[in-house]
């Protein structure tokens, strides 16, 4: 049997306590959690003892209300509620996280206070940047300031009743939003009581979110106020608040309301206007003037509550005393001022506007570039174009002209200047009377389409230069009628009779003519010719392709950057009335009929013929800033597109400032021309300067236009009725060069003459010689030398020569042509220049050894050898004693006296006494008798003879011996003026008394000319042109005495 050892043996790492129980001691960390888990299954289990075994009666025992408290104020409970508590931060802060990057994602960056989601004005200024022309705005009426510019009384009252505690708080007040909560839910104040802050407010305003009160919508609100006040002082927020609260009407911000309501700053508002303006925001359609019919007639629905207004303004001030920020003697005398007195009516949009048409231009390029909706949001400081001074003064010619357009039927004028280097448009005027209910803001200039007649002619005979190797201003293209594309000319008539045959305005053909005096005299036949031989060998149907090349030319040079963008042309046809659906061009388009475009890119299109073919867009824009002052678009010297080649650019400028081969009347030297007011229509050279001019006058008689143009500034003007459907009764060049040549007078003043320089690659060489009197005040001869593009081959083998023509056909005289008829002529080889391809001639040849003429030279095909001329017998006293009744009787050979085919030889009898002539008539009809009294100068005797001319130059005469015996002398009459009167396109003046020979004058001691000039008759007529209704006129006989003066009246 074993020992014992005395006592028991101690378990391994087990100790035991006095009170007999055993505690375990860990030897590690692992031991130690293993024991926790233990001990904590070990009390799980001693609990769950306690409970029942099912799930759910477990769930409701533990609801008891005794051991639920005592659950939560145990150990285990309080452990639990910190469990919770955790994990609920955690999660609210992921989900605050995720909330503000979900919501964030769609909203916009706050980097500025500018309100353009709102919008505001556009102020417009004039090219200096100093004068306002206009602040413009659509559905809002806002024009931001500074803070330093916004009295301190606006922002004290806006703080004392909108946010107090504005200066205190953060981006939102959580005491404000409460407050708004509780009292939305209890009805116990408004429907919807606000607890924004300004910073709140101003977001909702800057976003424009007033119409959208959902919670998305306010949890954006908050989040971009919190981040607003991180960008952004409280002043800055104040500030940027006052620049875009609503006051009522169109008027936000308080610039623009203190401009309206009282028509002062926002700097100069007095303590009473603040408030009254501070009242506004909350409820604008409640408290506004501007939403009642007494401030605003436009208001149909009278919601304005004055007393509303007065006791909430009162309110501001008792707010603004308690607040500290005036006295309760200020507030007293603040409210005892009439508030309601000082307001002014709402302002009309275009009140004080100043250049209304140019401006309203320059508005469509801004819509064009940024888009309506952008335009409208505005906000912007735009700095135009406009030079003031060349402005003003387009004003006041149109309206110095106004009376002489409404004279002859028009009631309408307008033009539009550019500056050709940089195609600034520097003045623009698009009506007479901007102000007018009916069609005042039609603008002429810019907006409404208008044909533009012959002023088109200029992009004909461009591109025909510029698209063919034979063509220069020397060539030829004949002046005849006969059937053209378009025209079939198969009835000569007038138009008005049924004529299908194209006409000049003048009614007249006369034959073959350089490019150079077809332009100047602008002929439509010609013009229409270059049109449609634009194309070298165009084989297309109705020549189409020259017609669509031509019109495609000029719209490139119009460089309309809106309509290049979107594809279309500047100068189209349509197929309805309205003007809406674009069609094909035809032949009439050359002469500007039937087809139309906008002044403003007829005027850039001919500035790019100024700049030697080089297009850039015209604008009406230097610079645009936003409400923040920054820079949105700064203009610069576009990059130019060489739209036509310079030689024919070049040629064609030539052509059109030759004031020799331009029809209007008038003197020239190569430094000036005498004045309108001396009866001088001419101006293509004015102290240096040449001037290129184009008139233009639609067919219908509706529009007259002229346009002019040198190497710095271009211009074109339009007269005609409003509706565009009234005939005008008076030659287009009385009604549009006072204003287009005033213009252009003024605008070059002093400025040292800066011509076209002439490319080095410009030929000149021999030219056809125009003889024959085209119209009224070109001259003749036409240069033998004349201006050939560098491509140009046809004139390689044109020689000066020297030859005999037939005055009537221009071509090669025979024996059969009379004596009158014939003509040595240099360069007179009608078909060494002849390019009309109607006519024989080619425009494009294959080498510089080609001629321009297909055949042999023509020969006078007007005359035949068994023609008869015309007959005349005369019956005169052998004896003519102091007075006597000389009668000749006339009868046409072959060809009529008087022919319209050949109107440049009109028939006429001339009577001779020994060699000298002592009168002379026009005849047409046959047979017809002329009787004239003849009074001798002297005693005599001698051979009376009369010579009948008939339309081709055939003469038949007869003759008479006479004695004659001068009268005695006797008393002779005063020298008086009859009458002078204006009508059907001739001026007819009489008068009484006096020695014949008679010369007619108007005011200058300028001959009228024509059959008014060293005439024996008392009675005599010239175009209206020479001697417009308003012109002075009187006769001087041949012994110097002069009659009084008469005005000539329609």
């Given at each position: 049997?074993?020992?014992?050892?005395?006592?028991?043996?101690?378990?391994?790492?087990?100790?035991?306590?006095?009170?007999?129980?055993?505690?375990?001691?860990?030897?590690?960390?692992?031991?130690?959690?293993?024991?926790?888990?233990?001990?904590?299954?070990?009390?799980?289990?001693?609990?769950?003892?306690?409970?029942?075994?099912?799930?759910?009666?477990?769930?409701?025992?533990?609801?008891?209300?005794?051991?639920?408290?005592?659950?939560?104020?145990?150990?285990?409970?309080?452990?639990?509620?910190?469990?919770?508590?955790?994990?609920?931060?955690?999660?609210?802060?992921?989900?605050?996280?995720?909330?503000?990057?979900?919501?964030?994602?769609?909203?916009?960056?706050?980097?500025?206070?500018?309100?353009?989601?709102?919008?505001?004005?556009?102020?417009?200024?004039?090219?200096?940047?100093?004068?306002?022309?206009?602040?413009?705005?659509?559905?809002?009426?806002?024009?931001?300031?500074?803070?330093?510019?916004?009295?301190?009384?606006?922002?004290?009252?806006?703080?004392?009743?909108?946010?107090?505690?504005?200066?205190?708080?953060?981006?939102?007040?959580?005491?404000?939003?409460?407050?708004?909560?509780?009292?939305?839910?209890?009805?116990?104040?408004?429907?919807?009581?606000?607890?924004?802050?300004?910073?709140?407010?101003?977001?909702?305003?800057?976003?424009?979110?007033?119409?959208?009160?959902?919670?998305?919508?306010?949890?954006?609100?908050?989040?971009?106020?919190?981040?607003?006040?991180?960008?952004?002082?409280?002043?800055?927020?104040?500030?940027?608040?006052?620049?875009?609260?609503?006051?009522?009407?169109?008027?936000?911000?308080?610039?623009?309301?203190?401009?309206?309501?009282?028509?002062?700053?926002?700097?100069?508002?007095?303590?009473?206007?603040?408030?009254?303006?501070?009242?506004?925001?909350?409820?604008?359609?409640?408290?506004?003037?501007?939403?009642?019919?007494?401030?605003?007639?436009?208001?149909?629905?009278?919601?304005?509550?004055?007393?509303?207004?007065?006791?909430?303004?009162?309110?501001?001030?008792?707010?603004?005393?308690?607040?500290?920020?005036?006295?309760?003697?200020?507030?007293?005398?603040?409210?005892?001022?009439?508030?309601?007195?000082?307001?002014?009516?709402?302002?009309?949009?275009?009140?004080?506007?100043?250049?209304?048409?140019?401006?309203?231009?320059?508005?469509?390029?801004?819509?064009?570039?940024?888009?309506?909706?952008?335009?409208?949001?505005?906000?912007?400081?735009?700095?135009?174009?406009?030079?003031?001074?060349?402005?003003?003064?387009?004003?006041?010619?149109?309206?110095?002209?106004?009376?002489?357009?409404?004279?002859?039927?028009?009631?309408?004028?307008?033009?539009?200047?550019?500056?050709?280097?940089?195609?600034?448009?520097?003045?623009?005027?698009?009506?007479?009377?901007?102000?007018?209910?009916?069609?005042?803001?039609?603008?002429?200039?810019?907006?409404?389409?208008?044909?533009?007649?012959?002023?088109?002619?200029?992009?004909?005979?461009?591109?025909?230069?510029?698209?063919?190797?034979?063509?220069?201003?020397?060539?030829?293209?004949?002046?005849?009628?006969?059937?053209?594309?378009?025209?079939?000319?198969?009835?000569?008539?007038?138009?008005?009779?049924?004529?299908?045959?194209?006409?000049?305005?003048?009614?007249?053909?006369?034959?073959?003519?350089?490019?150079?005096?077809?332009?100047?005299?602008?002929?439509?036949?010609?013009?229409?010719?270059?049109?449609?031989?634009?194309?070298?060998?165009?084989?297309?149907?109705?020549?189409?392709?020259?017609?669509?090349?031509?019109?495609?030319?000029?719209?490139?040079?119009?460089?309309?950057?809106?309509?290049?963008?979107?594809?279309?042309?500047?100068?189209?046809?349509?197929?309805?009335?309205?003007?809406?659906?674009?069609?094909?061009?035809?032949?009439?388009?050359?002469?500007?009929?039937?087809?139309?475009?906008?002044?403003?890119?007829?005027?850039?299109?001919?500035?790019?013929?100024?700049?030697?073919?080089?297009?850039?867009?015209?604008?009406?824009?230097?610079?645009?800033?936003?409400?923040?002052?920054?820079?949105?678009?700064?203009?610069?010297?576009?990059?130019?597109?060489?739209?036509?080649?310079?030689?024919?650019?070049?040629?064609?400028?030539?052509?059109?400032?030759?004031?020799?081969?331009?029809?209007?009347?008038?003197?020239?030297?190569?430094?000036?021309?005498?004045?309108?007011?001396?009866g001088g229509y001419k101006f293509q050279r004015y102290n240096g300067w040449k001037f290129a001019i184009k008139t233009g006058t639609t067919n219908d008689g509706y529009d007259g236009l002229m346009?002019?143009?040198?190497?710095?500034?271009?211009?074109?003007?339009?007269?005609?009725?409003?509706?565009?459907?009234?005939?005008?009764?008076?030659?287009?060049?009385?009604?549009?060069?006072?204003?287009?040549?005033?213009?252009?007078?003024?605008?070059?003043?002093?400025?040292?003459?800066?011509?076209?320089?002439?490319?080095?690659?410009?030929?000149?060489?021999?030219?056809?010689?125009?003889?024959?009197?085209?119209?009224?005040?070109?001259?003749?001869?036409?240069?033998?030398?004349?201006?050939?593009?560098?491509?140009?081959?046809?004139?390689?083998?044109?020689?000066?020569?020297?030859?005999?023509?037939?005055?009537?056909?221009?071509?090669?005289?025979?024996?059969?042509?009379?004596?009158?008829?014939?003509?040595?002529?240099?360069?007179?080889?009608?078909?060494?220049?002849?390019?009309?391809?109607?006519?024989?001639?080619?425009?494009?040849?294959?080498?510089?050894?080609?001629?321009?003429?297909?055949?042999?030279?023509?020969?006078d095909d007007v005359h035949n050898c068994n023609d008869s001329p015309p007959t005349v017998t005369l019956t005169a006293p052998g004896s003519c004693d102091t007075t006597c009744t000389i009668t000749?009787?006339?009868?046409?050979?072959?060809?009529?006296?008087?022919?319209?085919?050949?109107?440049?030889?009109?028939?006429?009898?001339?009577?001779?006494?020994?060699?000298?002539?002592?009168?002379?008539?026009?005849?047409?009809?046959?047979?017809?008798?002329?009787?004239?009294?003849?009074?001798?100068?002297?005693?005599?005797?001698?051979?009376?003879?009369?010579?009948?001319?008939?339309?081709?130059?055939?003469?038949?005469?007869?003759?008479?011996?006479?004695?004659?015996?001068?009268?005695?002398?006797?008393?002779?009459?005063?020298?008086?003026?009859?009458?002078?009167?204006?009508?059907?396109?001739?001026?007819?003046?009489?008068?009484?008394?006096?020695?014949?020979?008679?010369?007619?004058?108007?005011?200058?001691?300028?001959?009228?000319?024509?059959?008014?000039?060293?005439?024996?008759?008392?009675?005599?007529?010239?175009?209206?042109?020479?001697?417009?209704?308003?012109?002075?006129?009187?006769?001087?006989?041949?012994?110097?005495?002069?009659?009084?003066?008469?005005?000539?009246?329609?």
């Amino acid at each position: 049997m074993s020992k014992s050892t005395g006592r028991n043996r101690r378990v391994k790492n087990t100790v035991t306590t006095r009170s007999g129980k055993a505690l375990k001691i860990n030897q590690s960390l692992s031991d130690r959690r293993k024991s926790h888990r233990a001990a904590l299954a070990a009390d799980k289990a001693a609990y769950l003892s306690t409970l029942p075994k099912d799930r759910w009666k477990r769930i409701i025992y533990r609801l008891h209300p005794k051991r639920l408290a005592h659950y939560w104020f145990s150990r285990e409970g309080g452990i639990m509620a910190l469990k919770i508590i955790g994990v609920s931060i955690i999660v609210g802060f992921f989900l605050t996280i995720g909330m503000f990057a979900y919501f964030r994602k769609d909203l916009p960056k706050i980097k500025d206070l500018s309100g353009d989601a709102l919008g505001g004005n556009i102020t417009y200024y004039d090219r200096t940047g100093q004068t306002v022309l206009f602040n413009d705005y659509d559905s809002v009426k806002r024009v931001p300031v500074e803070t330093k510019n916004i009295s301190k009384y606006v922002q004290q009252a806006t703080v004392a009743v909108e946010d107090k505690d504005f200066f205190k708080h953060g981006a939102f007040d959580v005491r404000g939003i409460m407050r708004a909560a509780f009292r939305d839910a209890t009805g116990s104040g408004s429907a919807v009581q606000g607890g924004s802050t300004i910073t709140q407010q101003l977001v909702k305003l800057n976003e424009n979110w007033t119409d959208n009160r959902t919670v998305t919508r306010k949890v954006k609100e908050l989040i971009l106020a919190v981040e607003l006040e991180r960008e952004y002082s409280k002043q800055d927020v104040m500030t940027g608040y006052l620049n875009i609260a609503p006051y009522g009407g169109q008027e936000y911000g308080v610039e623009a309301a203190a401009r309206d309501y009282f028509q002062t700053s926002a700097k100069d508002l007095t303590l009473a206007q603040s408030a009254m303006l501070a009242a506004i925001p909350q409820s604008p359609s409640y408290y506004s003037p501007y939403a009642g019919n007494a401030y605003n007639p436009a208001v149909t629905a009278d919601t304005f509550n004055p007393t509303a207004l007065l006791n909430r303004q009162h309110y501001i001030l008792d707010q603004m005393v308690s607040q500290g920020y005036i006295t309760k003697q200020q507030a007293a005398e603040a409210k005892a001022v009439d508030i309601l007195a000082q307001v002014h009516q709402q302002s009309p949009k275009f009140q004080n506007i100043r250049a209304p048409y140019f401006v309203l231009a320059a508005k469509q390029e801004l819509e064009q570039t940024y888009g309506a909706n952008t335009v409208q949001r505005g906000g912007w400081k735009v700095i135009t174009t406009l030079d003031l001074g060349l402005q003003d003064k387009a004003e006041a010619l149109v309206a110095s002209n106004l009376a002489n357009v409404k004279r002859y039927g028009a009631d309408e004028e307008a033009m539009v200047g550019e500056d050709v280097q940089t195609g600034q448009i520097v003045s623009l005027v698009g009506g007479t009377d901007f102000t007018n209910p009916d069609h005042g803001q039609n603008n002429y200039a810019a907006g409404i389409l208008i044909p533009p007649g012959s002023s088109f002619k200029p992009y004909d005979y461009v591109t025909l230069i510029n698209n063919n190797n034979n063509v220069g201003a020397g060539s030829v293209l004949y002046d005849t009628e006969g059937p053209l594309p378009g025209y079939p000319c198969t009835n000569k008539q007038l138009p008005k009779n049924g004529g299908n045959c194209l006409k000049d305005y003048d009614f007249l053909t006369p034959g073959p003519l350089t490019l150079r005096y077809a332009l100047g005299g602008s002929r439509n036949i010609p013009a229409v010719k270059a049109m449609l031989s634009a194309v070298p060998n165009d084989k297309s149907a109705g020549r189409v392709d020259s017609i669509n090349k031509t019109i495609s030319t000029a719209s490139a040079m119009m460089a309309n950057k809106y309509n290049d963008s979107k594809k279309k042309r500047s100068y189209n046809c349509y197929a309805d009335e309205a003007l809406t659906q674009t069609n094909q061009c035809y032949g009439a388009s050359a002469i500007g009929d039937g087809a139309f475009l906008h002044l403003d890119d007829h005027v850039n299109g001919l500035s790019t013929m100024a700049r030697l073919g080089q297009a850039i867009p015209r604008t009406y824009i230097l610079k645009i800033t936003d409400s923040a002052q920054k820079p949105l678009y700064q203009w610069k010297q576009p990059k130019a597109t060489q739209a036509v080649k310079a030689d024919a650019a070049y040629i064609v400028n030539d052509m059109a400032s030759d004031y020799r081969a331009s029809y209007l009347p008038g003197s020239c030297s190569e430094t000036s021309c005498t004045s309108l007011n001396r009866g001088g229509y001419k101006f293509q050279r004015y102290n240096g300067w040449k001037f290129a001019i184009k008139t233009g006058t639609t067919n219908d008689g509706y529009d007259g236009l002229m346009a002019s143009w040198s190497t710095k500034y271009a211009i074109v003007s339009w007269v005609g009725h409003h509706s565009r459907r009234v005939n005008l009764r008076s030659s287009m060049e009385n009604l549009t060069e006072p204003i287009t040549r005033g213009w252009m007078e003024y605008a070059h003043g002093t400025a040292k003459p800066v011509n076209w320089t002439q490319p080095t690659t410009v030929k000149t060489a021999p030219a056809f010689v125009v003889r024959n009197h085209v119209h009224f005040g070109d001259i003749e001869p036409s240069p033998t030398n004349d201006l050939y593009p560098g491509w140009f081959v046809g004139g390689g083998s044109q020689k000066s020569t020297s030859q005999t023509l037939d005055k009537v056909s221009g071509k090669v005289a025979t024996s059969c042509t009379p004596p009158l008829a014939k003509d040595t002529q240099t360069n007179a080889n009608v078909a060494s220049w002849n390019i009309d391809i109607f006519r024989g001639g080619r425009t494009s040849i294959s080498s510089s050894g080609s001629s321009t003429s297909s055949g042999a030279q023509p020969t006078d095909d007007v005359h035949n050898c068994n023609d008869s001329p015309p007959t005349v017998t005369l019956t005169a006293p052998g004896s003519c004693d102091t007075t006597c009744t000389i009668t000749a009787t006339v009868t046409q050979g072959t060809h009529p006296l008087n022919d319209p085919a050949h109107a440049q030889f009109p028939g006429n009898i001339t009577f001779t006494l020994n060699g000298a002539s002592i009168y002379s008539t026009r005849v047409s009809d046959s047979p017809t008798t002329i009787s004239f009294a003849y009074t001798p100068t002297a005693d005599g005797s001698g051979t009376v003879t009369a010579t009948v001319t008939d339309s081709v130059l055939y003469q038949g005469t007869t003759s008479s011996a006479m004695s004659f015996t001068k009268a005695a002398p006797a008393a002779t009459q005063p020298l008086a003026m009859a009458s002078a009167t204006s009508g059907g396109g001739n001026t007819t003046i009489s008068w009484t008394g006096g020695t014949g020979p008679y010369t007619v004058y108007k005011t200058g001691d300028i001959p009228l000319g024509g059959s008014c000039s060293n005439t024996a008759s008392q009675t005599c007529s010239v175009n209206t042109v020479n001697a417009p209704p308003g012109t002075s006129v009187y006769v001087k006989d041949s012994n110097g005495n002069q009659s009084p003066s008469a005005v000539v009246h329609t």
